[in-house]
């Protein structure tokens, strides 16, 4: 095994609010570090899937590990660990800089601090990280270096003035950032010779070599042939190859030692054996303790997934089972709805997780789906004594048996330049939340905090908050836990057939109004039919709102003699075509965008 | 022997185009026209089905009346050396009221046509303005006076209801107007706001005009209307849009309705025979241009066909026919959707026939939709 002298060792990542320019930096230090050129460069080669370059978000944490040769002559190992950015993914980025020692701390200069810098920045801090900042977007008309610099002094408290000012579009002065990186992160710490412990912050699914665990090794060392285990799951296995992470590739090498960050596979089938934040050690001479701060993460969300064609539902769950290859936090299992028929309860960490396994079953397995409306996970405490979790509506007991309920909440942080801190105090309250505090982060900035129910916030929260600030609002949030709430169960009938997909659980003083709006939207989106169609929303048995679908009056062709035959059945082929489309229910048909459309009921 | 065969010859020239039409149609000088009927005249001769027997002919646009009385003899010469024209054949042809002379009409009565449909679409000038005509409810009358008069026996008129600004009251007193006149047929059509047209960009979806339409419950009451006061002046509403007195029933239209063959000539003429749709390209000098549709017809389309076209007439679709036709029951193929439309109304079994209900001819598409 190659001697390393671990001084030479920077294990690093980058945070940064969304935009802020993380992923260009990253592709600029793999470009400068020459481990690829720039022509080699796919625009930011840790973004792997297509959906995260859209989105430009990162979903899943990568690594790549690049050598600088810095000013003062010596060649340094960079780990650069690229961290989820989203809420949903909060449990995964604290395990991600849980395998680093220090961060950068990238502000864009035109936008200053965002709610996910703050709230990355805590992280990192938590983790006794050491975080310095780089003002990215110096070239940016509006940027304001200076006055960046003195928020993050005053709001972070950390040290900015010296930050390197940088463009990492254009490369302006990235190699301050490495030289920074190599000064002011400290070496990792670790003892070689210790029982091994190796924190995995991620893992990914290969056809050809199993599970391939990401790692930080804290203590010890791994190498080929020996046996591990997950101290954990318990699963154990033998190391087949270990190695580091090279930029789109896997480098293998003969072992990893305390301070690396590489990876290892062991001909594992199943990524649930590998959970993010687990440990790794030697099932011959195991650690005494794990590394702390492991825990299972449960789905936050649930909804309902169902083939369009229900033909295909075997399809969609061989590709939900590949999906879980690659994500042990997707859960899902069989369901069957007297509307929809056969499909899956599925459990996301958030609503993004949601959209994204759905956009990727849609474009990656070209499935068909109907999504029911997503909902959080309820705690209903029964007469009985009883205690359930409830994931879908229709399982809700009968008034009778239920003492109270629960809904979860979430501690949230808005931030907010002044003009918009009434509108989106407004929104809040409409949102049931709970007001805690307000502060001013400098002159016409401040950070709201609230406590708002999930199930608020799933659904078009952040679309709101966009549109009532103009784009000025940033917002982060964390489970803070359960409270007791009024809520009931909300059921659709569609010409006075329960309609049991559109059933879900709301806050009680919010029913009528969700009602009524769920009846308008349906009734924009189902289609006059021959018979006047009653759209009802009800509570038990007591209608609380109801739209109706006129019947047709007229649609029919007034003209069709020989020469326009063929172009007269092609209006008809349409017209049948968009019938293809919809899911009949009794005698009414119901287009699938209308599932969709009512989860969307915000004045957008 | 093989089936008679109808024949339509398409005359594309207007001296104006209308706002509301999509038709192929355009105004062009007399060197053009005849250059026209110069190549309608080669297709014919050129005609595969040539020798067939032939029901019917008529010469539709455009505006047939626009061109000279001459050419329109030429062709329909040429048709009979060309097709064997039975004796008893309709022959109908569109006029204008504003292009037609007492001297054309004189001269297609001596050539044998038998049937005028005039282009009237309302009684009420303004209205006639709006909608781009070049005559006036003067201009109509005159020519129904002179067509009597030379002899025409058979005459129809084509009106549009749903006009912008229209009212069920002033649609009835526009076609009371007609009614006294006492035509032997009347088309009463529903406005189509086509794309393309004038019409679209003022009330089109986006159009500023659009609200000047009538609203679509307004303008079934003045179709219900329509139907009554055709039904009381001793009209048989015979198919969606059609009207007649008995007897007087368009025989070449029907055949459109009911499956038998037809050969078009001109531009955009559509033909249907031997199990193949085809139209000629929308360009006047077609005969060197590829079709503009071609479809060939398998058994399933032609039974849709036989159902969404044949609903399309009051007396519906035959039980028999259908089944002499294809060795199977409309039950046996479209069970499901009938039983379906009857329960809901817009269907009903009439002894041996299958029918829209007068609702079901309101909401027509939606039942032929299913029977694709």
């Not at chain 1, 671990?6 to 609010?17: G, L, P, T, V």
């Not at chain 1, 195991?286 to 701060?293: D, F, R, S, V, W």
């Not at chain 1, 035959?565 to 965008?593: A, C, S, W, Y």
């Not at chain 2, 129904?144 to 026996?153: D, P, S």
Request: with cysteine; aromatic share 8%; glycine share 8%.
């Amino acid at each position: 095994m190659a001697q390393y002298d671990r001084s030479r060792i920077r294990n690093f990542c980058i945070i940064a609010h969304i935009d802020h320019g993380k992923s260009t930096l990253a592709d600029r230090i793999i470009e400068m570090t020459g481990l690829l050129t720039h022509r080699e460069m796919q625009a930011q080669v840790l973004d792997n899937m297509d959906l995260e370059r859209e989105r430009g978000i990162t979903i899943k944490a990568q690594a790549v590990r690049t050598v600088y040769r810095a000013q003062d002559g010596n060649e340094y190992i960079l780990n650069l660990i690229d961290t989820p950015g989203h809420v949903d993914f909060n449990y995964e980025v604290s395990r991600s800089l849980a395998a680093c020692d220090g961060a950068v701390l990238v502000v864009d200069a035109a936008q200053g601090i965002e709610a996910q810098t703050l709230a990355n920045v805590y992280m990192a801090l938590d983790h006794d990280l050491e975080v310095f900042p780089v003002i990215n977007k110096i070239d940016l008309p509006s940027a304001d270096p200076e006055g960046v610099a003195h928020e993050i002094e005053d709001v972070i408290g950390i040290e900015a003035m010296d930050a390197p000012r940088i463009s990492a579009k254009n490369g302006t002065n990235c190699e301050a950032v490495l030289e920074e990186i190599v000064k002011k992160i400290p070496p990792p710490k670790g003892d070689e010779s210790a029982p091994l412990k190796a924190l995995i912050f991620d893992s990914v699914y290969d056809s050809y070599k199993g599970v391939i665990v990401f790692m930080r090794v804290m203590d010890g060392e791994v190498r080929p042939g020996m046996r591990v285990r997950m101290m954990a799951t318990g699963a154990e296995a033998d190391v087949v190859e270990t190695g580091y992470f090279g930029a789109g590739q896997f480098i293998p090498c003969e072992g990893l030692s305390a301070g690396m960050v590489g990876y290892l596979t062991a001909s594992i089938k199943n990524v649930t054996d590998t959970r993010v934040g687990d440990t790794v050690t030697d099932a011959k001479r195991p650690a005494a303790e794990p590394l702390p701060g492991y825990k299972k993460v449960n789905p936050m969300v649930y909804c309902g997934l169902y083939p369009a064609d229900g033909a295909h539902y075997s399809d969609l769950r061989d590709a939900l089972e590949k999906l879980k290859l690659n994500d042990a936090s997707l859960f899902f299992e069989p369901e069957n709805s007297v509307a929809l028929g056969f499909g899956y309860r599925c459990g996301f960490l958030g609503l993004l997780h949601l959209e994204i396994i759905e956009e990727r079953l849609e474009r990656e397995y070209n499935l068909d789906l109907v999504t029911t409306a997503p909902s959080v996970v309820y705690r209903i405490y029964k007469t009985n004594g009883e205690m359930v979790e409830l994931t879908n509506p229709t399982n809700m007991p009968s008034p009778a048996e239920i003492d109270y309920m629960e809904e979860p909440v979430v501690a949230a942080e808005i931030i907010v330049t002044s003009e918009y801190i009434g509108a989106i105090m407004d929104l809040c309250q409409e949102r049931r939340g709970v007001y805690k505090s307000i502060e001013y982060i400098e002159a016409k900035r401040a950070i709201l905090k609230y406590d708002l129910p999930l199930n608020e916030i799933i659904y078009d929260f952040y679309d709101a908050l966009k549109s009532r600030s103009r784009g000025y609002a940033s917002f982060d949030y964390e489970l803070s836990g359960y409270v007791r709430s009024e809520l009931v169960k909300l059921d659709i009938l569609v010409n006075h057939e329960e309609i049991d997909a559109l059933s879900f659980v709301v806050f009680a003083g919010n029913a009528y109004e969700r009602g009524r709006r769920m009846c308008e939207k349906l009734k924009e989106n189902i289609p006059r039919h021959l018979f006047e169609i009653p759209i009802q929303a009800a509570i038990g048995s007591k209608i609380i709102a109801r739209e109706t679908v006129k019947a047709v009056r007229k649609d029919v062709l007034a003209k069709c003699y020989g020469g326009d035959i063929t172009r007269k059945k092609m209006l008809l082929e349409k017209q049948k075509e968009g019938k293809k489309r919809m899911r009949t229910f009794g005698n009414v048909e119901i287009p699938q965008d209308a599932f969709m459309s009512v989860l969307k009921l915000d004045e957008t | 022997m093989s089936e008679p065969v109808e024949l339509y010859v398409h005359i594309p020239f207007c001296a104006k185009k209308c706002a509301y039409c999509d038709f192929y149609s355009h105004p062009a000088d007399e060197a053009q026209m005849d250059a026209y009927i110069e190549e309608v005249l080669e297709e014919i001769s050129l005609s595969p089905f040539a020798g067939r027997e032939a029901s019917s002919v008529f010469f539709g646009g455009g505006t047939p009346s626009i061109v000279k009385s001459s050419h329109i003899v030429t062709v329909l010469e040429k048709l009979r050396q060309a097709f064997r024209i039975r004796e008893d054949a309709e022959i109908s042809i569109e006029v204008n009221p504003g292009t037609v002379t007492r001297e054309k009409l004189r001269t297609f009565r001596k050539a044998g046509i038998s049937r005028l449909s005039v282009g009237l679409q309302s009684a009420d000038d303004a209205m006639l303005k709006k909608l781009g005509r070049i005559h006036t409810f003067r201009d109509f009358q005159e020519t129904y006076r002179m067509a009597r008069e030379e002899g025409f026996k058979n005459i129809s008129a084509d009106m549009i209801l749903g006009l912008p600004g229209e009212t069920p009251e002033g649609f009835a007193d526009s076609l009371e107007k007609v009614l006294i006149m006492g035509p032997e047929h009347l088309s009463v059509y529903s406005l189509i706001i086509e794309e393309n047209t004038p019409f679209y960009a003022l009330y089109g979806p986006s159009g500023a005009f659009r609200h000047e339409l009538p609203s679509e419950d307004k303008e079934r009451e003045t179709a219900h209307l329509a139907d009554r006061l055709l039904e009381s002046a001793g009209y048989v509403k015979y198919e969606i849009s059609n009207y007649a007195k008995p007897g007087y029933e368009c025989r070449h239209n029907e055949g459109y309705w009911t499956g038998v063959p037809y050969l078009g000539f001109g531009a955009a003429a559509a033909s249907y025979i031997e199990g193949k749709r085809f139209k000629n390209a929308l360009n006047d000098e077609y005969l060197a241009l590829p079709y503009e549709e071609c479809e060939v017809l398998g058994e399933k389309d032609l039974m849709s066909e036989m159902m969404i076209l044949g609903l399309r007439l009051t007396a519906g679709v035959s039980e028999s026919a259908f089944r002499a036709r294809f060795g199977k029951g409309m039950e046996d193929v479209y069970g499901d959707v009938i039983e379906k439309y009857v329960s809901l109304g817009a269907l009903s079994r009439d002894g041996a026939y299958l029918k829209l209900t007068p609702y079901g001819m309101d909401a027509a598409n939606v039942v032929m939709a299913d029977f694709l």
